[in-house]
């Protein structure tokens, strides 16, 4: 089992910036690859964003290129953390971003509780 903690939602301004975290711990199987969702209300769960663990290389949503940037801590003792910095962000930006694990990017195994991020005009 993996277990995903996500962190650093909040309320911000168009136009403004957060950093979301996500430490993950249990099971190596599924180290493949870390990344976000995102599910507004009334919509269905979309990807983000993705970072393979193995070469640090990464997938953008075309609706995010240019603004997010998803990231991996490379310090030995937190290296099971990523990070989704996002900037310009918009009020369609508004949504719950979950962390995901697993080795299909776009299909995770393992799922965080979600982090409630909203975006005001």
């Known amino acids: 089992q993996v277990q995903l903690v996500e962190s650093g939602g909040g309320l911000v301004q168009a136009g403004g910036s957060l950093r979301l975290s996500c430490a993950a711990s249990?099971?190596?199987?599924?180290?493949?690859?870390m990344g976000w969702f995102r599910q507004a209300p009334g919509e269905e769960r979309e990807f983000v964003a993705a970072?393979?663990?193995?070469?640090?290389?990464?997938?953008?949503?075309d609706s995010v290129k240019g603004r997010f940037t998803i990231s991996r801590d490379n310090a030995k003792n937190t290296q099971n953390t990523v990070y989704l910095q996002m900037s310009s962000l918009k009020p369609e930006d508004t949504a719950v971003y979950y962390c995901?694990?697993?080795?299909?990017?776009?299909?995770?195994?393992?799922w965080g509780q979600g982090t409630q991020v909203t975006v005001s005009s």
């Open positions: 249990g099971r190596t199987l599924s180290w493949y690859g």
């Open positions: 995901t694990n697993g080795p299909d990017l776009r299909r995770p195994n393992y």
């Open positions: 970072i393979r663990l193995n070469d640090g290389s990464t997938e953008y949503a």
